[in-house]
């Protein structure tokens, strides 16, 4: 539910990348968080593991320009992929505007893909929200890896409402900020219609 700040003439709206572990929704926040310019971004906060694997999420809030002299803020989260830290993804949910679903391309990670997909609709619905709806973006990540699926049989077993998707290789930037403005771009959408 995107928060508007009549007096400080803001709108805030909260992006969540979501999906298995070690897919690499991090990866996706810190290339953002690295080519974006300083005065269009605050501070990148990670609460993570030793060996950097999501603690409990990631935080990135960016301003991406005016709507009717709003200034809008992306908050952007990132979820634990991890399966036993589902009460903190059930959690970081709350109030989401948009939903971005990292894959891992590797034909191993076909099941904890799928895992991870459920979880979001489970988590969703028990939010209140209806997944038809909510403004979604799939990401094919890792093509680079040389046991990476097709994207096309990858697009059989995970697109569920013909959603868009962009396939990705997040630790060279290839394909994030298309992932980010379209997610963005249907979140604004929303709102226009609120
Ligand atoms: N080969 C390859 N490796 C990648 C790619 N994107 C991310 N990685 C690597 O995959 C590993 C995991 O990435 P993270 O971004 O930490 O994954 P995550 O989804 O945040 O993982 P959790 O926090 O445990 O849920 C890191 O070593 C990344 O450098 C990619 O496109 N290709
Ligand atoms: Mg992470």
């Known amino acids: 539910m995107s928060f508007i700040n009549f007096a400080a003439r803001e709108i805030n709206c909260k992006i969540v ?3 298995p572990g070690l897919g690499g929704k991090t990866t996706n926040l810190q290339h953002v968080y690295d080519k974006t310019a ?3 971004k605050g501070k990148m906060i990670s609460l993570a593991t030793e060996t950097d694997r999501t603690l409990f999420f990631d935080f990135l809030p960016l301003d991406l320009g005016t709507v009717r002299g709003f200034k809008t803020r992306f908050h952007l989260y990132t979820v634990p992929g991890q399966v036993f830290y589902d009460a903190s ?10 939903v971005v679903f990292v894959a891992d391309s590797q034909q191993e990670r076909i099941d904890a893909n799928l895992e991870a997909l ?3 609709r489970q988590n969703l619905t028990a939010h209140g929200y209806d997944f038809g709806r909510i403004p979604y973006v799939l990401q094919l990540n890792k093509r ?3 046991n990476a699926l097709p994207a096309d049989s990858l697009k059989k077993e995970l697109v569920r409402k013909s959603e868009p998707v962009y396939e990705a290789i997040a630790f060279q930037g290839t394909g994030v900020f298309e992932t980010l403005k379209e997610i963005a771009r249907q979140v604004l959408v929303e709102l226009k219609k609120s």
């Open 38 to 40: 300083d005065q269009q």
């Open 118 to 120: 459920d979880n979001l």
């Open 144 to 146: 680079d890896l040389p």
């Open 89 to 98: 993804r059930k959690l970081i949910l709350r109030g989401v505007d948009g």
């Open 17 to 19: 990348y979501y999906g």
